[in-house]
């Protein structure tokens, strides 16, 4: 990583605590990643991303902006990633995923903001984040009532623009968001001082498709059972999906799966037949936040699927590739983009839907809700998932927690549940 040194001091980085932040990850990743035993081949791929993570994929963000693109970062899977590449640009996902800089972040933020808005704050205001010094433009949404106010704040110190996405699914709140889809088109074309051309859109919707596809294959793999793929790997991949060329991560993912096809005609799988498969719902994770799933799998559970947004939500919805205008493919992506079921919607009864025909599809013995401390979206809507659990004979463990370590009392816990599960 010292050949980066002179990169992130262009940025603008703070070297002194950003060297800080590097010595922490690879310990954690080693625990929680390499200690695996029988990992699939092709999770090399990920392992060296994430080793270069600071490294590799800025120098490529750097050389992008010195041809003439832009980088734009997103908080949220509902900003459209093909408008982004079709003007030139590369989206990058900016949730934090530790707690840096909380004494910063608490002069801007009250206590009883969750741990996901205080990092992403956290990360800017302590210039440890070598994506967020690349991007030219911030892209918020007004998702829950805490990201609203923090893109306020975060305006101080960065370009924001804020897209505004409706609580209801009615038709007024599709016109709403296809203009607010047509207003973003709008914006970033004044970024990149050029038009969206129709066959730069076609592309991008094509290959943002490509990532899907890839992910929904990986996701269809995690139905083999015993499990050929850890829910951990399956994380660390959904979360570098955020960050990485979409091109690439489809080709790496492809290749993954090829071989997790192979082991699962080998009868090969990690954990053992007996291990219970769970079910994780809840609050994004962002790197480098592997607790929940760490704690779950290291207790003798398998993670078979999730359904969170650094997960499913993200990839779960394709874009219609065959329309032909500008304005036909914005009619398609808004149209795509609204279907993702986040609880910051009312009503919401399409993700408690989904959830039920995940533990079917998945044959799920359990689910493990996780949400992060002062989520009102989130820990509220943990009722209606548990009551339409329990009326299906599936136990559910509600975890609240938020990025301090927490791990031993979350184990305790998720024990007793796995235990009451066997
Ligand atoms: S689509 S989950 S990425 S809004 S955890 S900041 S909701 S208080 S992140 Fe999200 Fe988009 Fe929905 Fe996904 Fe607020 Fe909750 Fe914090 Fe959250």
New binding site residues.
Partial sequence: MDEYHQMWADLGMNLEAHDGLLAVLPPLFEQVYLSQEGRPARMSYFDMVFSEIHGMRIKELVNHKKAGGTVVGC????VPEELILASGGIAVGL?GGADVAPEEAAKYLPAN?????KS?LGFKLAGVCPYYESCDLLVG?T?????KK?YEILSDFADVYVME?PQKKNERDRKLWREEVGDLQARLEELSGKPIEAGELKKAIKVVNDKRRALLRLAGLRKTNPSVISGRDALLINQIAFNDDPRRLAVKVNELCAELEKRAAKGDSIGGATSPRILLAG??MAIPNWKVANVIETSGAVVAMDE??TGL??FNHLVDEGSGSVDEMLDSIAESYLD?D???FTPNDERVENILSLVDDYAIDGVVYA??Q??????VEAYKVGKALEAKGVPMLYVETDYSDDSGQIATRVQAFLEMIR
């Fill in positions: 908080y949220c899977t509902y949730c903001t969750c741990a996901l808005i992403a949404e998702t829950c009532d805490g990201k923090f996405l609050c994004p969170i947004c939500r993200y993702i986040c609880a910051v949400a992060l002062s989520c009102d979206p989130y820990t």
